[in-house]
């Protein structure tokens, strides 16, 4: 190999890694309000996350926003926001990580790649430095569920009777045609 190809290939290799890297981070695109609610589109996930990150609270659906796993659950699956019924908890997609920088689930991404956090919100509001319900059951024993913690970013298995806070997302993206504010008396 030529010493002018080593450097041509010494410049351009990292130069494509960096390319790659920064595809693989979301462009988190905020679709406006629909219902009062902002909506989130995760380009790298293509999922829309509800920008109230304790929408169950600011709803006044629960007044505290935590709840067990399976009202966790039974809340996301009743939602209707932005003329889509299709909220569900975010996936975990499976066991082989626990603690911090796992990016093996929906939220573990948003933490770890994405630097979202309860101190480092973003495009979002009301996120706490708590537990965040996943829908995943744990295999290995069936009252556990399994969670991301938005303070430290820990991700883990958890009683299902505990009171933790559910976020809401849908799969794909809701599209700028929700982006509508509505009024009230209209």
């Not at 909506?39 to 790298?44: C, F, M, T």
């Not at 039974?74 to 299709?86: H, P, Y």
């Amino acid at each position: 190999m030529k010493r002018t190809d080593r450097w041509v290939a010494a410049l351009v290799t990292p130069a494509l890694c960096l390319g790659f890297v920064a595809e693989s981070r979301a462009e988190l695109i905020d679709r406006g309000t629909y219902d009062g609610v902002k909506l989130i589109y995760d380009s790298a996930q293509r999922i829309t996350w509800l920008g109230d990150a304790n929408w169950a609270r600011t709803s006044g659906f629960d007044p505290d926003g935590e709840m067990t796993w399976d009202e966790a659950r039974a809340w996301a699956g009743r939602l209707t926001i932005g003329g889509f019924s299709d909220w569900r908890l975010p996936i975990t997609s499976d066991e082989t990580c626990r603690g911090a920088g796992c990016t093996n689930s929906e939220m573990g991404h948003l933490f770890a790649v994405d630097g979202v956090s309860a101190s480092n919100p973003g495009p979002f509001s009301n996120i706490q430095a708590r537990q965040y319900w996943s829908s995943r059951t744990d295999s290995s024993e069936s009252d556990l569920a399994w969670y991301v913690h938005f303070g430290t970013g820990d991700q883990g298995a958890t009683g299902k009777s505990e009171g933790h806070i559910p976020w809401a997302v849908r799969d794909g993206d809701v599209g700028a045609e929700v982006s509508i504010e509505t009024k009230p008396d209209g």
